[in-house]
């Protein structure tokens, strides 16, 4: 089978997944992007990355060569609506075709209807629309996005973002972390959708009320700041630190001598592969429901917290649950960790992916009930 990936450009976000498709023995993989990452995303941390099934497309040779692909490939996934010309003329041959999206309608609706790349997603729909075409969601509101559009009913399935999931000694990380006082994380830019002063709100109520705690928040950003003026003020300085940026391996290290991880952010977070990243490395994830990742990787209760955006009370509440049974902590992270392992991880939706296509061709009959290539149904806030 081939199956050819196209993009804008190939980073992080598609590394790992596209290294799996390529480790598959009976999958010929390319990945076509459009150009190299641009200069700004460098400045954001972006890194070029240099594979043997990468094309970019830097002269007509190397783009003739894709538009064939385009048409002839078994398989072909577009992230977003991104090479459109590309798109349309693999739809033309009504062979199997995804589109991998997050949600559309992150802020108000009207405002995103004017976004003209939404209405060339939507007229090419239409056209195509009884040709063999389905959508991966990188978010859980994305089908809802899409159904309120008329678009893929029964046609989305379940995807991410899908970060590297390592083989750790899960019981010795948890054992090694058995201290008197619990050790909380965030991790993320200081900026107002990412709502850093929670952490500030959360960390007062949890002092209140005589909670032995630590919190270390990790990154840099415009609010960054104000957010040391507001632990100043509410004298928060003996269980809260802001550690500012350090390198993602470093990260990772922490997310492994953390018990908690708090991921705050509000619906602007299309997917949060943050929160791949702690569930991957021993560390309990509690995060917003609004978040695109923790609708579809939190199993609330069982593997983690999710509580209501913005809501510092629900917050609190989820957090001192944690820390009144650390016993319970430690169970959700084993959890999450086999969760990652066993179904969430590159190696798993590669494989998943091609069965998927597969039954989809009609060549076998396979129906995932739930993580990567499960259905995707309309979930709302």
């Known amino acids: 089978m081939q199956i050819v990936f196209f993009s804008n450009y190939f980073n992080h976000h598609q590394l790992h997944l596209a290294d799996a498709f390529n480790a598959i023995d009976d999958v010929d993989f390319i990945f076509v992007a459009d150009h190299t990452v641009p200069g700004f995303r460098k400045e954001l941390g972006y890194s070029s990355f240099d594979r043997p099934y990468l094309i970019v497309l830097d002269n007509s ?126 991790c993320s830019r200081f900026i107002d959708w990412k709502h850093p002063e929670l952490i500030v709100k959360l960390a007062s109520k949890l002092k209140r009320d ?47 001598q953390h018990n908690v991880f708090i991921f705050t952010s509000d619906q602007n977070e299309g997917w949060g592969a943050v929160a791949n990243e702690a569930m991957s490395n021993g560390c309990t994830l509690v995060g917003s429901d609004a978040i695109g990742s923790v609708p579809f990787l939190v199993k609330d209760g069982k593997n983690g917290f999710s509580f209501r955006s913005k809501d510092v009370n629900s917050l609190y509440g989820k957090i001192k649950i944690l820390l009144d049974d ?53 979930h709302k806030l």
């Open 326 to 378: 650390r016993k319970l902590c430690e169970e959700f992270a084993k959890k999450a960790y086999a969760d990652m392992k066993n179904c969430w991880s590159p190696q798993q939706a590669a494989i998943r992916f091609v069965n998927l296509s597969k039954s989809l061709q009609g060549e076998t009959c396979i129906h995932y009930t739930e993580g990567p290539c499960s259905l995707a149904t309309p």
């Open 61 to 186: 040779e190397k783009k003739e060569e894709a538009f064939v692909l385009s048409k002839t490939a078994d398989v072909a996934i577009f992230i977003n609506s991104s090479m459109e010309s590309y798109l349309e003329a693999r739809l033309k041959t009504n062979k199997l075709t995804f589109l991998y999206s997050e949600r559309w309608f992150k802020k108000k609706y009207m405002l995103n209807l004017l976004s003209p790349r939404l209405w060339r997603q939507i007229f090419t729909y239409f056209k195509f629309r009884k040709n063999k075409q389905y959508m991966l969601c990188a978010s859980a509101y994305a089908a809802n996005d899409y159904y309120l559009l008329g678009m893929y009913k029964n046609k989305c399935y379940k995807w991410a973002y899908f970060t590297e999931v390592n083989d750790i000694d899960i019981n010795k990380i948890l054992q090694d972390k058995r201290q008197k006082r619990i050790k909380i994380m965030w």
């Open 210 to 256: 005589g909670y032995d705690f630590e919190i270390n928040m990790f990154g840099n950003g415009p609010l960054i700041e104000d957010i040391k003026d507001k632990i100043n003020e509410c004298s928060l300085t003996d269980c809260v630190c802001v550690k500012g940026s350090v390198q993602n391996n470093e990260i990772l290290s922490q997310m492994r």
